[in-house]
């Protein structure tokens, strides 16, 4: 019965799908690959969960989370950004490990490692189609999707999102075009925070709400991006998803199922492989 | 790269003329005492941790020389330990020979399979590579819980399982005791500074500050990039391999939680604060990887605040202390020498 | 002290990679009148654009426009200011539609202003309508340079900076353009035209400097420069 | 385009959502099963119970927990030192009050070994209480035999620790845990197609499934899928799927806590339930497991190597009072907290016995290795420590099942039925260390 694993794969990679974008977002605009955008994610969940523990109403609880995901994304834009914006991608890249570390100890030192789980109350209710279907699930389809059409046309049509684009293309042009580029930076930094808070509260309810393992997921998000060619939102919803089918599928056979885990990272490094196949040199421009 | 300022490739201690500087005098010294009285002075408890810190002080050398001479991020060397210290345990379970060629082999085995893993990647520069070494960090992480680490059981994973007690490697005959097994360490790391430090001191040092600083110059120059690049790696790759086989003879098993690929980015954080540009810098790297977080300990706090100095430590790095720990002490030597020479000739 | 809308440069000083490369340049420019900036390669031309447009900052000197000095204002700031820079190279954003292109220059513009302000634009330039979809990157050379004049005066500015307008374009295209920028000027914009190749500038110009290692070594009517060319190559000589 | 309107968006979003699910109640949870003891601070029995705070000169007394590094340990060294602190109040050792201290070895065996030389280098600490380490027991023992150092650790998990001289642990370890699981559906008739899950660990899980598979052997019950997974597997898919095929009547599921309740997630999302069974090890046992995996699993059985947490009886009632005195609120009150905190009461026990002025490592190693027969209302039989190359004094445990969101006694002690315990039952009658 391959049915579930297919559903549970859609689901998952629909979460990397839409963190992805949400790194997508922030490294067109800004060139900032954040390694710490799964620490971005787990802090939401950890503390959504804490709230939750503490008896207040789930969805403010939820909202906190992810209000807090972006806060912290646009603290850390906004005091490293005039830096980062001097430095090329690799350099800029790197700074965010040390952010990924520092949200990451943070949240060690806080919660340690009890049995948790951040239960939504759409988790209890589902329906039957040959396989179980939760309303989280359907939900965090339906949202990662959603999303992504979302930015894709906030990109495409609003002055806002055609500044992003902008930026991406070509950043001294951009601001001699007038654009306002710290202005559009912190809001890049503001999305994408709020994006890995939302999806960081997802990941937590169908894999594991542990901050570890919710910081270094960053690791298959960067896949479905890689998929994408760091370029398209499309690209990285369709690598999201092939990710996640490909990894659910192959757990459902013994003899892949020990590396099924393993998927992510074959995948991306196939990509950037093959899409580096004619260049013998990437040449980095300091942006 | 605009934040790191370039440096030549010259490492004075190891040229003849100036082998017998008051600066290596005083070093050389130094790693006599450490070596004589170490083990006494640091007590039982420091002295592993001190072990222990110089191995993954060559490994830290490894990533040093990556990033440092040849631009190159690498976030998957804590793996490649672990790709040492299978091979090791593998070959020390399943031969008799002296633990001294179990290295050799681990070395060499290492070495190749990071060629192997890197010849693709040698193509990509940057943040690809970055990319592709993590991926690869977490792909080994899957593969080591998988495979486990060999424990003296049957087999080509050598693993003994369900209820059969697995059986550590004994250590090399020359480093049984803490103490003596501190001095071996000390003198293999010392053995695997100075082939790294030979290195940057000759032609392929002066190779990759050619191609560090312009990949087409350094083209345009005779100098055959791919091939010293993949030599880079053999040699890092190589001396990390050594590191892995320290460690597995250190307790005599090795575990596959070691080895995850956030382990790989600690150690890549400490050797920016550390300093990237000089052997100093990544035995400081050692230390900040495996002595920081005992020391910590033994000041009461928490265990988990580690990651949070060292997240912070590595921003400050990347912004405002490209040359990282050593870079600062070195500034402060000079300056002292400075001050003290101007003091003399007044 | 308004200067009657008069962009007067005073002093200025520029430093790149630690080494000063303008030496203290001083230029005046009319509103409604083209003034041409000439010079050899590596005269400091295009470090003085950057400079006017904000992108780097000079070390010393004023720009004023109405008395408000604009050194050290960033990009944005300068652009409402009235000074829209089109740099050299015909750069425009490769990878978004031309449509886009525009719309992205057009965004300081109040929000109603900003249909109109396009079309001003097309009409100029009829040739970029039916491209509006294209990406900019897929245009060719002097298609990009329509493109990227168009994107400078989106913005209804007072003052227009254009870098090696000419370079790397057939003679065919540059003989497009230049009634263009006659269109403009007449409309009451300055133009201040940066050139290597002093012909088309000259034409054009009412009034003109000459840039030499970082100085300003002549600085004359335009017609008499025409007039007696060899005086440029003398004072490029002597400095 | 200014950020200002889009940052309004956003908040406007939020409460759209906000004001969508605010129907959505807080659910009531009853506040879960918190194990609080009677008995007030003054009046509590640890050690002498002098009430007058020990002054003399402190004896050192150390542990390694795994506390970091993706799991955590402490309860029981935490229990430790509140049972320590509250004896430091009472007279402590004949006037010497003890200074306890654990390290975490942070889940590295590597580090283990380290913290294990410090110790055992260090002569001032006499002894070893209440150590708790999911790794490394072997490479620490080496250390310990060297330097004759002994442990009264409270939670041993891997093999290695139940195969150490100088390490004795008070809990049965996973693999006793899951035998008597399987005993116990034998005993209900429940035992027909048993399905285990467990960790791909060296010397843990490995060692546990094996024992499983040993007893299913020797007692004619079948075995229907064995399922060990990496510790950082989250699709549970694959499991629950196999245990769907295998036709399994009960699971056995031994992870710690976290992993299992998010098995049991995984399975109440594809309801997978069903009639079969649910078991844990004592990993699970936990005061707050009840409320953390919800309604759906009414009915839920754990195995618990010590007392019920909710029991009443001396030393249970002790424990718990001695936490809510010394302990911090949110220390975990389990399995794992009572065994520390035996650990620690029947070190101090053998330590008084004593003299004051002669308390080294030698004398405390001695009074260690002679505790036998000791009972307590927390243990089914009497715990002892003894020289001999394995320890497993605790064999005999009690199961649990969850109503009402809180775990509640379902049988009393059963023996285990391990074939491999053969040679530690002769040990006891032969020594004469029980009975």
Not at chain 2, 155 to 184: E, H
Not at chain 4, 144 to 160: C, E, F, H, N, W
Request: with cysteine.
């Amino acid at each position: 019965m391959i049915l579930p694993f297919i559903v549970a794969g859609l689901v998952l990679g629909s979460l990397f799908a839409l963190s992805g974008v949400g790194m997508l977002v922030l490294y067109r605009t800004t060139g900032v690959l954040n390694f710490g955008y799964g620490a971005l994610g787990a802090a939401s969940a950890m503390l959504a969960w804490q709230l939750v523990e503490l008896r207040l109403q789930p969805v403010l609880a939820y909202a906190i989370g992810i209000l807090a995901a972006t806060a912290l994304s646009l603290l850390f834009g906004f005091l490293a950004g005039p830096f980062l914006a001097t430095v090329n991608t690799l350099t800029k890249a790197t700074a965010t490990l040390g952010l990924a570390l520092f949200i990451l100890g943070i949240m060690l030192f806080m919660w340690d490692d009890k049995a948790r789980t951040l239960r939504l109350p759409t988790d209890t209710i589902g329906f039957s189609i040959g396989t179980r279907i939760t309303v989280t699930q359907l939900i965090c389809l339906a949202l990662a999707t959603a999303i992504v059409i979302a930015t894709s046309i906030y990109l495409q049509r609003s002055p806002t999102g055609t500044a992003m684009r902008a930026l991406a293309s070509d950043r001294e042009l951009a601001s001699m075009l007038g654009i306002r580029v710290r202005r559009v930076e912190l809001l890049a930094w503001a999305v994408s925070g709020a994006l890995g808070g939302i999806s960081g509260l997802l990941l937590s309810s169908q894999t594991r709400l542990e901050p570890v393992f919710l910081t270094f997921i960053v690791i298959p998000v960067l896949a479905a991006v890689v998929v994408g060619r760091f370029r398209s939102l499309v690209g990285t919803l369709v690598g999201g998803l092939v990710i996640g089918v490909v990894q659910a599928v192959s757990s459902a056979f013994p003899s892949t199922s020990p590396f099924s885990n393993a998927t992510p990272f074959v995948v991306a490094t196939l990509v950037i492989l093959y899409l580096q196949r004619r260049k013998v040199v990437t040449i980095e421009v300091a942006r | 790269m605009t934040a790191v300022p370039q440096r030549s490739s010259r490492i004075a201690v190891w040229r003849a003329e100036k082998l017998f500087t008051v600066r290596n005098v005083a070093l050389a010294v130094a790693l006599i005492a450490l070596f004589t009285a170490g083990p006494l002075v640091l007590g039982a408890y420091w002295t592993r941790i001190v072990t222990v810190s110089m191995i993954f002080a060559i490994a830290a050398a490894g990533i040093a020389l990556l990033y440092g001479r040849l631009g190159l991020v690498s976030l998957g060397q804590v793996s490649l330990i672990g790709v040492g210290g299978w091979i090791t345990l593998r070959v020390g379970h399943a031969t008799e020979l002296p633990f001294e060629l179990v290295l050799v082999v681990a070395a060499i085995g290492t070495g190749l399979i990071g060629v192997l893993v890197g010849l693709p990647a040698l193509r990509l520069s940057g943040l690809n590579l970055a990319i592709v070494t993590l991926m690869l960090a977490g792909a080994f992480e899957v593969v080591f819980n998988v495979t486990g680490f060999p424990n003296g059981g049957d087999g080509f994973l050598g693993r003994a399982q369900g209820g059969v007690l697995q059986q550590p490697l004994p250590r090399p005959v020359l480093g049984t005791t803490d103490p003596d097994y501190f001095r071996y360490v000390l003198v293999v790391s010392i053995l695997m500074f100075l082939v790294i430090a030979l290195h940057l001191s000759n032609r392929p040092g002066r190779a990759w500050a050619a191609i560090r600083q312009s990949e087409a110059g350094a083209l345009a120059a005779g100098i055959g990039t791919v091939r010293y690049r993949l030599w880079a790696l053999a040699v890092v790759s190589a001396t990390t391999g050594v590191a892995g086989g320290l460690l597995a003879a250190n307790a005599g098993l090795l575990d596959p939680i070691s080895f995850k690929a956030s382990q790989s980015i600690l150690l890549f954080a400490t050797v920016l604060i550390g300093g990237a540009f000089s052997l100093l810098g990544a035995a400081i790297a050692g230390f900040l990887s495996q002595g920081l977080p005992p020391l910590l300990d033994a000041w009461g706090v928490n265990g988990n605040l580690i990651f949070v100095i060292l997240g912070l430590g590595m921003i400050q790095a990347i912004t405002t202390a490209p040359q990282g720990i050593a870079g600062q002490l070195k500034g402060l030597a000079t300056r002292l020498r400075n001050r003290f020479t101007q003091g003399r000739s007044r | 002290m308004s200067n009657n809308g008069r962009l007067v440069i005073e002093g200025i000083a520029i430093e790149r990679g630690g080494r000063e490369v303008v030496h203290g340049v001083d230029l005046v420019a009319e509103p409604g009148a083209i003034t041409a900036l000439l010079g050899p390669n590596g005269a400091g031309k295009s470090s003085l654009v950057l400079a006017l447009a904000g992108t780097i900052k000079a070390s010393r000197g004023s720009v004023r426009l109405d008395g408000a000095d604009l050194v050290g204002k960033s990009p944005t700031a300068i652009r409402t200011a009235g000074i829209a820079t089109v740099p050299e190279g015909h750069r425009v954003l490769k990878d978004m539609t031309v449509a886009d292109n525009l719309r992205v220059a057009s965004l300081l513009v109040p929000r109603i202003e900003r249909p109109a302000a396009v079309d001003r634009v097309e009409s100029l330039f009829e040739e970029l309508t039916p491209l509006r979809g294209r990406l900019a990157g897929s245009l060719s050379g002097g298609q990009q340079q329509m493109l990227a004049i168009g994107q400078a005066l989106v913005s209804q500015p007072r003052y227009l900076v254009v870098d090696e307008m000419s370079l790397g374009l057939a003679p065919i295209i540059v003989r497009r353009l230049v009634p263009a920028l006659r269109r403009i000027a007449a409309a009451g914009v300055g133009v201040i035209l940066i050139e290597q190749f002093t012909q088309v500038a000259l034409d054009l110009a009412s009034d003109a400097y000459a840039m030499a290692q970082g100085r300003v070594v002549v600085h004359a009517p335009a017609a008499e420069l025409r007039e007696a060319p060899e005086r440029l190559e003398q004072a490029y000589r002597l400095a | 385009m200014s950020a200002i309107t889009a940052k309004s968006a956003l908040a406007l979003a939020t409460g759209i959502l906000l004001a969508a699910t605010l129907s959505a109640c807080v659910a009531d949870e009853g506040g879960g099963a918190n194990a609080g003891g009677n008995t007030s601070k003054d009046e509590l029995q640890c050690g002498l119970a002098t009430g007058e705070p020990a002054t003399g000169d402190p004896i050192k007394v150390g542990a390694i927990a795994t506390a970091s590094g993706g799991v955590d340990f402490s309860s029981a060294p935490k229990a430790a030192a509140a049972y320590f602190d509250c004896v430091n109040e009472n007279g402590g050792i004949n006037g010497r009050p003890i200074d306890y201290s654990y390290q975490d070895d942070a889940l590295d065996p590597t580090k283990t070994a380290q913290l294990a030389a410090g110790y055992a280098a260090d002569d001032s600490v006499v002894g070893l209480v209440g150590d708790a380490t999911f790794i490394g027991c072997d490479v620490a023992n080496a250390e310990y035999a060297k330097a004759d150092l002994y442990s009264i650790t409270g939670v041993g998990v891997p093999q290695a620790c139940f195969t150490s001289s100088n390490i004795a642990p008070v809990n049965a370890g996973p693999r006793q845990s899951a035998i008597q699981l399987l005993q116990w559906l034998e005993q209900e008739g429940k035992a027909d197609a048993v399905f285990q899950v467990g960790l791909n660990t060296q010397g843990n899980g490995d060692w546990v499934a094996a024992g499983i598979l040993e007893y299913a052997e020797a007692n004619g019950i079948n075995i229907v899928g064995t399922e060990l997974t990496d510790p950082t597997e989250t699709n549970w898919l694959p499991l629950i799927q196999k245990i769907k095929d295998s036709g399994a009547t009960s699971v056995i599921i031994v992870d710690p806590g976290p992993i299992t309740a998010a098995i049991l997630a995984a399975v109440e999302q594809q309801d997978a339930r069903g009639d079969i069974i649910w078991t844990c090890t004592a990993s699970c046992y936990d005061a707050q497991f009840g409320s953390q995996i919800g309604a759906y699993w009414e009915g839920f059985v754990a195995n618990s190597e010590l007392q019920l947490v909710d029991a009443d009886g001396e030393d249970n009632e002790l424990w718990k009072s001695v936490m809510d005195a010394y302990a911090a609120g949110d220390a975990p009150r389990d399995t794992f907290s009572q065994a520390g905190f035996l650990a620690a009461k029947m070190f101090t026990t053998a330590v008084l016995e004593l003299d004051p002025e002669n308390i080294t490592r030698e004398s405390v190693s001695q009074a260690m290795l002679g505790i036998k027969n000791a009972e307590s209302d927390l243990l089914c039989r009497p715990w002892y420590y003894g020289e001999a190359d394995e320890h497993n004094a605790n064999h005999s445990t009690r199961t649990a099942e969850i109503t009402d969101g809180v775990f509640t006694k379902l049988t009393d002690c059963i023996d285990s039925g391990d074939p491999a315990l053969a040679s530690i039952l002769e040990n006891e009658q032969s020594l004469g260390l029980v009975g």
